[in-house]
């Protein structure tokens, strides 16, 4: 699987610090899709609002998450997949404190 490959060489990055420069790659290009995938989640927040939802949103799908609710919990693939999309949308409905400054 996937998830477990990029656990692996995250896991070697300290050893091998040949890995860092396609894992940061690879940390950039994750932040870049949920900036993509969640811009409408993002549109018309104060910087500092953007930065802590867009914190939240890669966190919710990040490959920790994964593992936690997969390898470490014991949850089917399907299941996982809605627990981290109902992490996301959660994430997302709290646009409306995040407007009125209650963050």
Same mark, same amino acid.
């Given at each position: 699987?996937?998830? &477990? ?6 896991? $070697? ?6 890995? +860092?420069?396609?894992? &940061?790659?690879?940390?950039? !290009?994750?932040? &870049?899709?949920?900036?993509? @995938?969640?811009?409408? &989640?993002?549109?018309?927040? *104060?910087?500092?609002a953007k930065q802590s939802r867009l914190a939240l949103l890669i966190v919710a799908t990040d490959?920790? @998450? ?6 470490? $919990? !014991?949850? *089917?693939? @399907?299941?996982? +997949? +809605?627990?981290? *999309?109902?992490?996301? $949308? +959660?994430? *997302?409905? @709290?646009?409306k404190f995040s407007r009125g400054g209650n963050t």
């Amino acid at each position: 699987m996937i998830g &477990d490959f990029v656990l692996r060489l995250i896991a $070697q990055e300290e050893r091998h610090p040949a890995l +860092k420069p396609l894992l &940061d790659f690879g940390r950039a !290009g994750h932040r &870049d899709w949920v900036e993509a @995938t969640f811009r409408h &989640d993002l549109r018309g927040l *104060s910087p500092a609002a953007k930065q802590s939802r867009l914190a939240l949103l890669i966190v919710a799908t990040d490959v920790y @998450t994964w593992k936690l609710l997969r390898r470490d $919990q !014991g949850f *089917s693939a @399907t299941t996982v +997949k +809605k627990l981290m *999309s109902e992490l996301t $949308q +959660k994430s *997302s409905a @709290t646009r409306k404190f995040s407007r009125g400054g209650n963050t």
